[in-house]
């Protein structure tokens, strides 16, 4: 059973960073591209960001480009969302997203079959 579980979230004030972890089990890490979305208060869900399953090529939403940095630890089966310069907007739940390596990217929130129930990040002042 594919299982994906975050954590890191928190209230943070606008210009503040936080460091998200999704914890991987019961399929093969390092064979699955992995995302994050998210869904704002009374919005659809958004992808944020994607990284391959090798760890080498990744992809942001231009909400967040230079913002933030998506990575993953194969041999902890772990990936990673670093968030800076955080802002009001990006107050929302974020969720880790994974799928069976593709050929094609994955940057959208249909792309990916597998999801974690999320964690709550919360910008203000």
């Known amino acids: 059973e594919v299982r994906l579980v975050e954590s890191g979230g928190g209230l943070v004030q606008p210009g503040g960073s936080l460091r998200l972890s999704c914890a991987a089990s019961g399929f093969n890490f390092d064979t699955y591209d992995m995302g994050w979305i998210r869904q704002a208060p009374g919005k659809g869900l958004e992808w944020v960001s994607s990284?391959?399953?090798?760890?080498?090529?990744?992809k942001y939403a231009d909400s967040v480009k230079g913002r933030f940095t998506i990575s993953r630890d194969n041999a902890k089966n772990t990936g990673y969302l670093q968030m800076n310069s955080l802002k009001p907007e990006d107050t929302a739940v974020y969720y880790c997203?994974?799928?069976?390596?593709?050929?094609?990217?994955?940057?959208?929130?249909?792309?990916?079959?597998?999801r974690g129930q999320g964690t709550q990040v919360t910008v203000s002042s």
């Open positions: 990284i391959r399953w090798n760890g080498v090529n990744t």
């Open positions: 997203a994974a799928g069976p390596y593709s050929f094609t990217w994955r940057v959208s929130v249909a792309d990916y079959p597998y």
